[in-house]
């Protein structure tokens, strides 16, 4: 049942691939015939050497008989010739074995590198509906844990069973030439080990690492929770209450590492012991049977070999099977993703000849989730036009936020149209390339200020003085000043050692980088206290001059600039107004 399951997930590995590297893979594969070739030849010369140790004529006479040596009969000179050739052939055996270790995992880590840019390319396709709507964990471990395990626990496992599995078989032929009853018993007692440990070890591995992946997980979470909410636990003093939960997850994880750890070692013993107590049964047969020395020499080196070959070989298939069947999981998560259906990628229409000279409309527009029965938006009729200062007021849940991921196009309405001058749609890469987006989560990366500016761009690519110029447009000429490297200055992981005004002023930065026609702020400056958020609002409207703005807030007050202002409720464009009249409202 496991050697299927393995096969099973083999196949779906081996479907995800795409012809060059399953062409790859096959020809690294073949490497391995070379190798089971040389550990023959090998087994040959070291029993021609074991022989030419008590009866050298024999081998001189076998030499002689295909003109393999042209001088007469000397025992010392063919037992140096055969201990020469164990020595040449064994190196070239190694030799060949590295390159191909060699050779396979290259090809291996590079298929597994291209799987990984390839789905991270299905990734970036996704819709953003499909995105909001997946749990953000399931990329994050399929890229950094799934694909590795695939790879590393799946296919070079199952290379290294092909690998040794030629090798078991081709050494068992070269025994069945030698001595036919000695194979078939080798053969029957290899099969019945591989069967006993199939159907009893692998399972009993197969829970052990299970115990392992769940407990590693545990930790980890445990782990994360306490360095996620480090500020709290120490203000809460509650440090010793998560430590504790750490610490108990941690000493099962070191437990179920142990029981893992030794289970690997049984299948060595106990083949070990099987083929010791074989190698004495069978020189306790060879005496009843009043074999000659020589021959018993010979038929025992040649078995050593095998045996010293076979042993360490059929206990590295027996764990590269445990090792595969650990992978299953990952291999079945790898497989799921890459079977992302395509209506769930998104579609960006090409469009040529682009432009924006008069107005965003909105036409009947509807909107909801796919996974839910409730609308979002309903019956949106509005007009914004090219140059305009509008705002978007709501209370919370009111579709604000999911209006301007219409308007960007990375949401379809359900039904109803959204176009550029009446014609263009929103959902093409023209109309993003005009957009300057500022949300409401900031996500700055840990990088310079000016990487963070210049969002995306090579570094040889950055325009200094454009960079220079932005930095005094959102006032931040005072804090590049006072640093010492400037806009060279990292910061920090999610912009941690800075201010959230800073924060916010380096993403209105950002935006304005590209020189858009539209300016977008999604609630961006609720997070910033009043006095921090009225300097926002100042440096906002000063950038957003001679730019169409499209403003959503969650205070009334920082609208005070726009044109007009539409007022949502529960999922409804209840009024268009002023920002006076709004105040005229509210009082």
Known sequence: MASTSVLSSFKKLFHILNVSEKRQLIMAASMAFFVALMEVITAISIALFAQSLVRPENVYMHLHKYHLIKTGFNPQQILLYMAILCGVTYLIKNVGASFDVFHQNKVIQRIGLNIKKRLLQKYMGLSYEKYITRNSSIPLSVMNTDINRAI?????????????????????AFIVYVNPV??????AVGALIALLMIKYLLPLSYRLGDNLSTSTKATNFHLVQLLHTFKEVVLAAKEAKFSKSYNEQAVTMADANCLFNVFQHFPRIIIETIFIGLFVLS?????????????????MGGYLYAAFRLMPGLNRIITQLNNAKSAIKSIDMVDEEFKLNDDTLQSLQSVTDFSFTSMIRLQDVNFKYASEDRMILQHINLTISKGECVGVVGSTGSGKSTLI????????????????????PVNCRQWHEMIGYVPQSLNLIDDSIK????????????????????????????????LEKGVETPVGERGVQLSGGERQRIAIARALYTDPDVLIFDEATSALDTETESQMMETIYSVAKDHTVIMVAHRISTLK???????????????????????EETI
Request: hydrophobic letters at 50%; glycine letters at 8%.
């Open 152 to 172: 590393n626990y799946g296919l070079v496992q199952m290379m290294g069973i092909f690998s040794e599995g030629l090798v078991f078989v081709i050494l068992i």
């Open 182 to 187: 000695f194979a078939l018993v080798i053969f």
């Open 283 to 299: 020189v306790v047969y060879l005496c009843l049977t009043k074999q000659s020395s020589a021959h018993i020499m010979a038929l």
């Open 405 to 424: 991921d219409l308007m960007l196009g990375l949401l379809q309405p359900t039904s109803g149209d959204i176009t550029i001058d009446g014609k263009y």
């Open 451 to 482: 990487a963070n500016i210049a969002f995306g761009d090579e570094t040889e690519l950055v325009d200094e003085r454009h960079i220079a110029s932005l930095i005094k447009q959102v006032q931040l000429t005072h804090l590049v000043a006072k």
């Open 561 to 583: 600039g726009c044109d007009r202002i539409f007022v949502f409720e529960e999922g409804a464009l209840k009024s268009v107004t002023t920002y006076d009249e709004l105040i």
